[in-house]
């Protein structure tokens, strides 16, 4: 007899796709040698780990991460390859000594990192479940308590009757707010930089 | 349900996009390659947040407000870096970063 | 066998809706690309006094789309030896894949959708938004300098013009209170609750949504990027055989996708204008299974008519109105919309708060009445105009005796 419920194993194949695509394109970005292939691998990487945040029911992280990152960012690193490229396809060099060094390093940090984790994991025993089984991924209401925890009102389940908790977030909003309004004034300032040297000169 | 993802392949794939990330910004002599090396390092870092926000029930809300506020902060980042790549290259009609050594002493 | 299937369904009818919803939307997608090729032509022929495709598939030439798609399918596909190959090969699936995402969320009758979202106008306009890469890595993979340009000149264009398209698209929203599609359509039962004619400010942001919608399908007169009469054919100068024809199917695809939000943000939806929803009167009549399927069929053709006709709208303007410059086209966006849609994103949220229920009704209503007399007046216009003899000047001509300077015109009868 065959298994008829195939939602975990779909879950696991899902999950196993996306993230290594995910992986191989971001090992595609480092060793790429092209800056503009290194920026579309990236731009795929973006794009897997959204894919990540959509299959673990962010659904509302995983959209900003497409507008403001894919959107936004890479076509700002693309022009800014655009603006600074002096040859058609700009190649970076990197000799063979660095390689195999970083290379080291790399596979060193990795190893300590996922086995500093697993044995975190594995101490233990159970592992981490997941919040609850009702709350499935399929119809997450996240955005609305996303929307409140940033707006200062009393969010999520159990917080709903205690009226201090749960404004923890509106002094962070504002602060990311103020500070993307001081990153776009310096970003034209820096920007123009050279207009002013040229009267100077 | 052994069969369902738990918390580690995300930390794990959390772990190999920071170190491409690492690898990434120690190799490339670009600077917007060095850029593209910290996207990477914070998209792992988000994926970790994620994933916590989903498999701990303290961290429900806090994860993905987190996730957010990264997003949206190296959104502000890339721009400052680009706009200093930039003027960068307007004076020494170069991005590669070895030749930012005017205050060697 | 049959226990076993039924079985099967009960516990996995998910997956199956899943790919037969991707198999449908992929072949909507292919559908609508050649539908609206064959109507642009037609289109553009009529406004240009000429008749457009007539031979291929009968009188008005109905398989002309098809034909020029086999064509192109079997061109050789060239790629220069300056581009950079990877880039070149993956810069049109890009565009494409970004384009299909966004039909993931966008309803086309009650519960015809393919994932129920929460935030799906967000989806929406998040997967459109990286559409933008495809078309950059395009101009910059090709390595023409036709191609950087339109390249460049469209990154520039598609990420300002997202700004007030976003803003805009918030009005109706804030009205609503919901950023799930499905819900905002089904809240616009009758054509006098469609939320264009909520308020003055939703009316307003339904005209600067669509002219910002425009500029984001990179049509006309915002077409920069390709802008045949100085860059050649822009930032797909150096593409042959299937992929262009992918290129174009993202274009399309993305049109009918801004006109899917629109319609259902402003325009009711899948709404026919009559106060009920279709599915639940034939439901009465005809039993619950049978009156959804007649009624979502009704459902869908209704929203594909409207799409189709909004769609229509953006080629009227494509080939009425002469092309911007790259500064106007900016200029347009940062200086004028983007302050536009900030002021209507504040006028309605004040409006909602503030304004007394009747007052909101009343003017409502005026809107309303005043929209549909006008639409009236010049269809009324239009058909008269058709019933007169030749010569005769059109209805809305700019009539230029009485201006200072006039020095006469060419004989109008």
Known sequence: MLQTDLHSYVQLFAFGLVAGLTGLCAIATVVTQNIVRSATWLLFTLAGTSGIFFLLGADFVGAIQLLIYVGGTMVLVVFGVMLTAQGPFIHMKTNGAEWAISIAAGILLFSVLSVGLGSEYLARATGARGVSKDEDTKDSHHAATIGQALSGAPYGPERKNDNNAGTHYLLPFEIVSVHLLVVLIGAAYLARAKRRKEEIT | ?105 | MLEWLSEFWKHNWEFVVAIIAAKLLIGFMLVNAIFSVWLERKVAGRIQDRLGPTRVGGKFGWLQTLADGMKLLIKEDTIPAAADQMLFRVGPYIALVGSFLAFIALPYGDGIIAREMNIGLFFMLAVMSSEVFGIILIGYGSGSKWSLFGGMREAAQMVSYEIPMALCVLVPVIVAGSMNLSEVAKQQQGIWNWYIFHDPFTFAAFWTYFTCAMASCKRAPFDLAEAESELVAGFHTEYSGFRWLVIFMAEYGSMFAVSGIANIMFLGGWSIGLPWELTTVFAQFLGEWPGWIVGNVLNVSVFMVKGWLLVFVMMWVRWTLPRLRIDQVMMLCLKYLIPISCILMAGVSLWTLYMPLLAQWIISLVIFVLSVAGTGFVVFRLITWAALPPGTGMPGMWRMEGLPGYQGAAKTH
């Open chain 2, 1 to 105: 349900m052994s069969d369902e993802v738990h918390l580690y392949p995300y930390l794990v794939l959390g772990a190999l996009l920071f170190t491409c990330g690492v690898v990434c910004m120690a190799t490339k002599r670009n600077a917007i390659g060095i850029l593209i090396g910290v996207e990477l390092v914070l998209n792992g870092a988000n994926i970790n947040f994620v994933a916590f926000s989903k498999y701990n029930a303290v961290f429900q809300v806090e994860g993905m407000i987190f996730a957010l506020f990264v997003i949206v902060l190296a959104a502000g980042e890339a721009a400052v870096a680009l706009a200093i790549v930039l003027n960068f290259y307007n004076n020494h009609a170069t991005v590669d970063v070895d030749g930012a050594d005017e205050l060697k002493g």
